[in-house]
């Protein structure tokens, strides 16, 4: 029975593996069939072999008919036995027509190879041996009665009717041949893809785990701690208060002391106050109609003056609209654009670019610093990853900008070169649209 979860549910892995493998079947049955009723009137029109045409179209149209229900009753969720059934009905279809153009005497008989070799691609392997049982089954009954191939001159000898003979076997060599290359490739292509679509999933739901995980540490820090800093405030205010009415030697040294405590309790408010409205940053921010002018200006927004960011804007985008949520963007983008800065040096001004891409935009930063080595640069990303001094950053920049992208359905990428600088190019698909 199917169950709905994560793992063989209706909308689990193996369902999809399933309807990818149904679907190519489907397509695959549409060109059996079509290419065996060319393959019938050819060999009757212009081969020495007299074949019962009507009988042979009538269950290929048969068959079509079934390809043709089938593809519109599984529309909706595909089960391992409609699979089986499938194959089977197309094993007994093949049965009947061999059994009336020669039987087992018909080179066509190595088709049900194609049946087998299809089996373990879309089947389990109880379906598998159940459908190597009937193909075998099927091909012992064209012995019970056999009958011959039917030749429009009876005059022929045995060699010239062991030579068509064998250039039957080739052509249906060459067809099973073609069949199971085809669909076995397709199948497997489809399959790595989907593979490919799972993990990116996968790592989609672990980032955003992560995201909800820091969110919490943030908030449950922030709230922890900020009792016992306020009551340091507190103390060292009154400590500098009455330090500064002292007349003793130390009483200076010591004011100053003082001074660098509160500064630092202040400095640990204001990352713990920063990090926990980074990591709440809401993904589920409303969408907005804006501009690309309007969208590089806020984020833009409380940037320092130098390095200087040059802002440049597709040509394209200037009639355009774009549906995006703009808060959470921009301020993932911020980021991005503040860390380049950072990275940049003199005079050096970083880019901040938008280029669309059909409907999708395409936000650029580059900045021309000192660049990434690999390995930071495979590590990039990670939450609480930085090369910066200790205190200078906490590393969730590239993080929460990932994750704000990969909620949008689209992508962050980096590039970076060592002493030539780093490029960041974050997709939002489906936001552009004429005004």
Known sequence: MDVMDGT??????????????????????????????????????????????????????????????????????????????????????????????????????ALYLVHIALAPVVLGVRYTWSLVALAIACYALLFVDQSYLSMKDDSLDHATVMRIHLRGMWLAFTIAAAFIGYFVHKVQRAREQLEDELARSRAREARSEKLGALATLAAGAAHELSTPLSTIAVAVKEMERRLSTMEHADGPPLLEDARLIRQQVERCRNVL??????????????????????????????????????????????????????????????????????????????????????RSLDIVIADRGAGMASDVLARAGEPFFTTKAAGAGMGLGLFLAGAVAEHLGGSLDISSTPSVGTTIHVRVPDCVAER
Do not use: Y
């Open 8 to 109: 063989h549910g209706r909308h689990g892995p193996e369902a999809q593996r399933r309807e990818t493998s149904w679907r190519w079947l489907i397509r695959l049955r549409w060109g059996a069939f079509a290419s065996q009723a060319v393959l019938v009137l050819l060999v009757d029109r212009f081969s020495a072999i007299h074949l019962p045409v009507p009988k042979l179209l009538g269950l290929l149209a048969f068959g079509a008919a079934t390809n043709a229900a089938i593809g519109l009753f599984s529309r909706r969720f595909v089960r391992e036995w409609m699979l089986a059934a499938t194959l089977a009905l197309d094993l007994l279809i093949l049965t009947a027509m061999l059994s009336i153009t020669g039987g087992p005497h018909n080179p066509f008989s």
């Open 273 to 358: 106050e920063q990090m926990s409205a980074d990591a709440g940053t809401s993904l589920a921010d409303a969408l907005t109609t804006t501009t690309a002018e309007a969208l590089l200006a806020t984020c833009r927004d409380g940037l320092a003056e130098a390095p200087s960011v040059t802002v440049e804007i597709d040509p394209t985008l200037k009639n355009m609209a774009l549906r995006l949520p703009l808060r959470s963007l921009a301020t993932a983008v911020r980021g991005l654009v503040k860390n380049a800065q950072e990275a940049s040096t003199g005079a050096d001004a970083v880019t901040l670019r938008a280029v669309r891409e059909g």
